[in-house]
């Protein structure tokens, strides 16, 4: 028999800062293409463990694997590079910097030319910097921003900040993306377009996504599995069915609607 072997793996990993346990003892297995959420009350430590499965903090205790590869103790940036995009719960993007741009930026940090060429002005520079423009363009036409390629970043409107984001995240070329309340502050229409492009964008790109998301009936609509953090520590795992009618997580919402 043949076992396979998972996307990401998650092995009773943990980070203290201070007195306080942000994550502990926290085991998650992520399969090839799968969608699924990470959710729990607030300060249950769902942002620490994105802030750990990309290297900003190392875990004190446990092993992260991708793809069967140690990750701990990796930086950021190599982190990326191995396969692992994110969104952040509050918008980072280059707001100065135009909708282009920003894509590009995170292109470059991939990119295949090397200082030399770039110093230089050589000629691999300039075709490495085409080949970069257009795959920018690319994205930005599945996520319908091509209007506003050279508009500032800071002048979208909120729903397509986030929308820029997202597009910023896979120009890394990512296996795992994480993505961190990406709804938070949009409208019902916003909302459900944006589900519909995480679902069309990981059939797309062939993304694995972990989606950390406090809109209940989106997670339960969208995600095929659920884990569920509470102060830090892995109190359920299931579908949503399991998930809604599981007590431990209905008392740690203590009243928050779970439906
Ligand atoms: N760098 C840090 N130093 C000290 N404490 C931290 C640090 N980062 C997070 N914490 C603490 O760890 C706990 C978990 O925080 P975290 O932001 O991961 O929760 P969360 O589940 O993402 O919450 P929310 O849903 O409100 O965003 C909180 O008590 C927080 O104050």
């Given at each position: 028999m043949?076992?396979?072997?998972?996307?990401?793996?998650?092995?009773?990993?943990g980070i203290q800062f201070g007195g306080l346990k942000a994550v502990s003892d926290v085991n998650i297995e992520l399969n090839s293409g799968e969608l699924v959420g990470l959710i729990g009350p607030n300060g249950a430590g769902k942002t620490t463990f994105f802030n750990l499965l990309t290297g900003v903090y190392e875990p004190t205790e446990g092993v992260i694997a991708l793809g069967g590869e140690k990750l701990n103790g990796l930086a950021p940036y190599r982190i990326t590079r191995k396969g692992i995009s994110r969104t952040f719960q509050n918008i980072r993007l280059f707001n100065e910097l135009s909708v282009l741009d920003n894509v590009k930026v995170?292109?470059?940090?991939?990119?295949?030319?090397?200082?030399?060429?770039?110093?230089?002005?050589?000629?691999?520079?300039?075709?490495?910097?085409?080949?970069?423009?257009?795959?920018?363009?690319?994205?930005?036409?599945?996520?319908?921003?091509?209007?506003?390629?050279?508009e500032k970043a800071k002048n979208l409107p909120y729903g397509q900040q986030r929308r820029l984001e997202i597009a910023r995240a896979l120009a890394s070329n990512p296996k795992l993306l994480l993505l961190d309340e990406p709804a938070a502050g949009m409208n019902p229409q916003e909302t459900h377009d944006l589900m519909n492009l995480i679902g069309f964008i990981r059939k797309k790109f062939n993304l694995t996504v972990l989606l950390i998301e406090h809109d209940m009936p989106l997670v339960m609509g969208v995600c095929e599995r659920i884990y569920v953090l509470d102060h830090g520590q892995l109190i359920a795992q299931g579908s949503p069915e399991e998930i809604r009618n599981n007590p431990k997580v209905i008392e740690a919402y203590l009243g928050e609607e779970v439906s």
């Open positions: 043949t076992t396979k072997t998972p996307l990401l793996k998650v092995d009773s990993i995170a292109y470059h940090s991939l990119a295949k030319h090397s200082m030399v060429s770039s110093i230089l002005r050589l000629p691999s520079f300039f075709s490495g910097e085409r080949e970069m423009e257009e795959k920018a363009i690319e994205f930005l036409e599945i996520f319908k921003l091509e209007p506003y390629l050279h």
